[in-house]
C-alpha cells in the first residue's frame, strides 16, 4: 500500500500559527485530503486539495502541495484551543482506496 | 441529516465470541468501507464495497467478513473475537469519483 506520513505530535500556543506536514509516495494521486478527529468523534473533513495545484485557502486553513517533494501541509491561522484535536492526511489512489497518516496530535496551549 | 451511523458504540466481548458492526448511510452512496484505529497507527482498511452485493479486501483483512446486501448497510463481522482485535471501527461512505469520504462516530471494541 501507499506510505503516508507524518509527526505526532505539535504544540502551540493559542493564537500563533500551526503548520502541520505530511508526505506521501504515490504520485498519481489526484487528490490529498486533512481531516480532524476530535477526542471520541469520528474524522471530519476540513479540506482536500486537487494535484494539480499548489495552494488552497479556506478561511484560517491554508493547504499548500509540492507536488515534486510529495510534501503537503496544513497551516491554521490564529490557532484556538478549539483547535486541539488529531490531524490526519489522506491520499486517494484513483482505485477506491484512501491512504492515511498515522495523524498529528496537535495541543494548543492557552 | 444522519450522514453515516454506526452501532453498537460501544461493545465489549470475550475472546471466542462473535459479533457484527452495522453501518448505514443515508447518502445514497456507492462505496463503503470499514476501518480499524489503532494508537500511533492511523486508520487501517479492512475491507471495502464498491456498490451493492460487492466487497473487496483491504489492508489487514484477516478474522473479519463484510457484506453488502442492500446499497445502504455494510456490515463487519468478527467470527471468533480475539484480543487483537480490540480497537476502534469507523465505518466510510463515499460518492462516486474524486468525492471525499465522510465517517461514522466509530464503535469502541474491547475483547477480552
Known amino acids: 500500500g501507499e506510505d503516508v506520513e507524518q509527526s505526532l505530535f505539535l504544540s502551540v500556543r493559542e493564537g500563533d500559527s500551526s503548520v502541520i506536514n505530511c508526505t506521501y509516495t504515490d504520485s498519481s494521486s489526484t487528490y490529498l485530503y486533512w481531516y480532524k478527529q476530535e477526542p471520541g468523534a469520528g474524522l471530519q473533513l476540513l479540506t482536500y486539495?486537487?494535484?494539480?495545484?499548489d495552494m488552497k485557502q479556506d478561511q484560517r486553513l491554508t493547504v499548500l502541495l509540492n507536488k515534486k517533494d510529495k510534501h503537503l501541509s496544513l497551516r491554521i491561522a490564529d490557532t484556538q484551543t478549539g483547535d486541539s484535536a488529531i490531524y490526519f492526511c489522506?491520499?486517494?489512489?484513483?482505485?477506491?482506496?484512501?491512504?492515511f497518516g498515522s495523524g498529528t496530535k496537535l495541543n494548543v496551549k492557552p | 441529516n444522519a450522514g453515516v451511523t454506526q452501532t453498537p458504540k460501544f461493545r465489549v466481548l470475550k475472546t471466542g465470541q462473535s459479533m457484527t458492526l452495522l453501518c448505514a448511510q443515508d447518502m445514497n452512496h456507492e462505496y463503503m468501507y470499514w476501518y480499524r484505529q489503532d494508537p500511533g497507527m492511523g486508520l487501517r482498511l479492512i475491507h471495502y464495497s464498491v456498490g451493492e452485493g460487492t466487497t473487496a479486501k483491504g489492508e489487514v483483512p484477516d478474522g473479519y467478513n463484510v457484506s453488502r446486501l442492500k446499497k445502504q448497510n455494510f456490515l463487519l463481522g468478527l467470527e471468533s473475537a480475539a484480543p487483537s482485535q480490540t480497537s476502534v471501527y469507523f465505518c466510510a461512505s463515499k460518492g462516486l469519483g474524486n468525492q471525499p469520504q465522510h465517517f461514522g462516530d466509530g464503535t469502541r471494541l474491547s475483547i477480552l
Open positions: 489522506a491520499e486517494y489512489d484513483n482505485f477506491n482506496k484512501f491512504y
Open positions: 486539495i486537487f494535484s494539480n495545484m
